[in-house]
């Protein structure tokens, strides 16, 4: 009896690693870093948010100046004319909040502009790790950099550098 239970657990056991899955791990911080065109997305990015931030807070300010030169003439205008000054203001901090929208907004122009420039890049990292994992036979590929569960990795599971090296950046 003990010699059956053990067989049946040994053939358990060897069953079990046959079907054992292979893992592996990519940094994508890392290999984002070692890709020129990734830094030169992000370097437009940020100029193209520096001068949306600009127009938006030049819109800003002036409603700011329009509204400390109502608050000083206030007593020396008519009821009509007061009206008319808290509309322009009213119109021009809607101005500013419609642009701040329309540049950085969920759907707006710098969201549109980061999935233009990163899209290609993000695509090709991908269509390489799913190569190396059907090369290689990997069930799974995870994302150190994101993957927040992870306490430690083996350093040899890491296709960080092949996949570098797949796209053509080797390291």
């Known amino acids: 009896m003990k010699k059956s239970l053990l067989i049946l657990f040994l053939l358990f056991a060897a069953g079990m690693a046959a079907n054992a899955q292979k893992f592996a791990l990519i940094d994508m911080e890392y290999i984002l870093k070692n890709i020129p065109a990734y830094e030169r997305a992000n370097e437009l990015l940020d100029k193209s948010s520096k001068v949306w931030q600009s127009e938006v ?41 419609e642009l701040r929208r329309q540049y950085f907004g969920p759907e707006g122009e710098l969201y549109k502009k980061r999935e233009g420039l990163m899209r290609p890049i993000q695509n090709e990292i991908y269509n390489a790790v799913k190569e190396i994992s059907t090369q290689k ?35």
């Open 137 to 171: 036979g990997y069930s799974m590929v995870v994302d150190r950099a994101s993957a927040t569960s992870i306490i430690f990795a083996s350093p040899s599971i890491d296709i960080s550098n092949e996949v570098l090296a797949k796209l053509g950046y080797s390291n």
């Open 57 to 97: 807070e030049k819109i800003s300010e002036e409603a700011k100046k329009m509204y400390k030169d109502y608050q000083a003439q206030i007593a020396t205008l008519s009821e009509e004319q007061r009206g008319k000054r808290e509309e322009a203001i009213v119109a021009k901090e809607k101005s500013a909040s």
